[in-house]
Every structure is written in structure tokens, then in C-alpha cells.
Nanobody, 111 residues
Framework: EVQLVESGGGLVQPGGSLRLSCVAS????????MSWVRQPPGKDLEWVSS????????SYVDSVKGRFTVSRDNAENTLYLQMNSLKFEDTAVYYC?????RGQGTQVTEL
């Protein structure tokens, strides 16, 4: 059974930082493209970042470039999202995503 479990969300002051984690199981994480998506209150799901299995290659939506960094630990089947210089518009539920499957999400709220 595929499982994606996010953690690390919370309340943060403007300009603050958070680090989200996603522990994956049930598939070959080390060979998989992994993504972060988010859903702001009352809005549609938005792609944030993807990280590829090899070459440490990643991509980001323009609104987070230079502020967010995605990384992965294949030995621990864990995906991370380091979020710095947080803004009000970053308030959302953040989900880890593999293919069409995503976890339960973790809430990030900018005060």
C-alpha cells in the first residue's frame, strides 16, 4: 500500500521558515519523481515543486523560486521542502505527491 505522510506545518510569522517532511512507503521512492503541491484556502490545488530521482534536479513554481528548496533522502524515503521568507500567500495545505497519489497534507499558516 502506498503511503505518503507529511509533517512540519504550523503557524509562522511573516518572513519565517518551516521545513516540511514527507515519508513515503509502498513504492520505489529512490526511482520516483516526487512533488509538492498546495491548496490555499478557497482555491484550487497548485503545483509547487518537483524533484527528480537522479541528478538532484528540481523545478519550482515562479512564486517560490529563491525561497523554497526541495530535497530528498533516498535512504530514508523522505522528501523535504525548506520554506524560507514565508509570505501570507504561502498559507495553504501542503501535500506530498507521487503520480496521482498525495498524502493527507500539512497546514502552513502565515500569521
Amino acid at each position: 500500500e502506498v503511503q505518503l505522510v507529511e509533517s512540519g506545518g504550523g503557524l509562522v510569522q511573516p518572513g519565517g521558515s518551516l521545513r516540511l517532511s514527507c515519508v513515503a512507503s509502498g513504492f520505489d521512492f529512490s526511482r520516483s519523481v516526487m512533488s509538492w503541491v498546495r491548496q490555499p484556502p478557497g482555491k484550487d490545488l497548485e503545483w509547487v515543486s518537483s524533484m527528480y530521482a537522479t541528478a538532484n534536479s528540481a523545478s519550482y513554481v515562479d512564486s517560490v523560486k529563491g525561497r523554497f528548496t526541495v530535497s530528498r533522502d533516498n535512504a530514508e524515503n523522505t522528501l523535504y521542502l525548506q520554506m524560507n521568507s514565508l509570505k501570507f500567500e504561502d498559507t495553504a495545505v501542503y501535500y506530498c505527491k507521487w503520480g496521482t497519489i498525495r498524502g493527507q497534507g500539512t497546514q502552513v499558516t502565515e500569521l
